[in-house]
């Protein structure tokens, strides 16, 4: 052994420190490193520059329910692949992917509980499950979450986030939209509110139906919203398009949406709206 292998195995070394994978966050926006529990309880919003992360439906319904206190709605039972549809994969290989990596039967979960003290049905789309796409289990859950509201006599509030309608189940994922369509009318015939919280990104089929159809429209800071992207846009009216045309300050600055609201503003900002909106206050 040479005398500088004899030197370097005669020095103590301390033990290499254990750091956790998940003890840092980099935004997505402005790529700042932020210590994961300071953005969690920022309600996975970046501290720095306000970047509102996207967010699971139980993480949703947390921090929305007064003392996080919920309960799960059952989901309706839907034929799966009904066009035994197959591109690189098959659609039952897809679904398959999509439930294990989120845990979640499909892409809209609903619940119900308090908000401010006012009980309410709520519905919230994960993108995470397969970009939120609108097939039939989707649609299913969104009329079973408004039945549910008329049955309760509560007001239905939806959180989208989606891609549109899902590709896997051609016509019938098309279909959605109509059928959710007459779902609202029956919750409006009820004399009961319906209220839609626009997260990023809400594109597609899902803007074209139900996203687009609140009583009072809501949107968190810089969501994506819109139906087809910029680009596809430009090339068909062949002009170039303002810069942010499709984020949520520049809705509301142009009248199709009602208010941009942080996310730990929204509870309080729902509980006023279910105040006012509910049949009882106006009984009052």
């Not at 920022?42 to 921090?63: G, S």
């Not at 369509?181 to 839609?196: C, I, K, N, S, W």
């Not at 900002?269 to 206050?281: K, N, V």
Request: aromatic letters at 8%; hydrophobic letters at 40%; charged letters at 25%.
């Amino acid at each position: 052994m040479s005398w500088l292998g004899r030197v370097r195995n005669g020095i103590p070394f301390l033990p290499k420190r254990q750091v956790p994978d998940n003890l840092w966050h980099k935004c997505d926006k402005c790529q700042s490193m932020i210590f994961t529990k300071e953005w969690e309880e920022n309600l996975w919003v970046c501290p720095r520059c306000n970047h509102h992360d996207r967010i699971r439906p139980h993480q949703r319904f947390a921090t929305l329910f007064d003392d996080g206190d919920y309960g799960i709605l059952p989901a309706p039972e839907v034929r799966e692949d009904p066009l035994k549809f197959r591109d690189t994969k098959k659609y039952v290989d897809r679904l398959r992917a999509a439930r294990t990596s989120t845990d979640e039967r499909d892409a809209l979960l609903n619940a119900r509980g308090e908000i401010g003290g006012h009980t309410a049905t709520v519905g919230v789309q994960d993108f995470a499950f397969m970009g939120g796409s609108m097939g039939v289990a989707v649609g299913s859950a969104f009329v079973a979450g408004v039945k549910a509201a008329i049955d309760a006599r509560t007001p239905y509030i939806i959180f989208t986030a989606a891609g549109g309608a899902r590709m896997q189940e051609g016509i019938l994922s098309l279909m959605q939209m109509p059928r959710s369509t007459v779902a609202l009318a029956q919750l409006r015939e009820a004399g009961l509110p319906y209220v839609v919280v626009l997260t990023d990104p809400t594109t597609g089929g899902v803007t074209a139906s139900y996203a687009m159809l609140g009583d009072v429209q809501l949107a968190e800071p810089g969501a994506l919203i819109g139906f087809a992207g910029q680009r596809v846009i430009e090339q068909t009216i062949r002009e170039k398009l303002p810069q942010g045309f499709q984020r949520a300050e520049y809705l509301l600055e142009h009248g199709m949406i009602d208010m941009v609201v942080h996310r730990s503003e929204l509870r309080a900002t729902l509980g006023r709206l279910i105040g006012y909106l509910t049949p009882e206050r106006k009984a009052a």
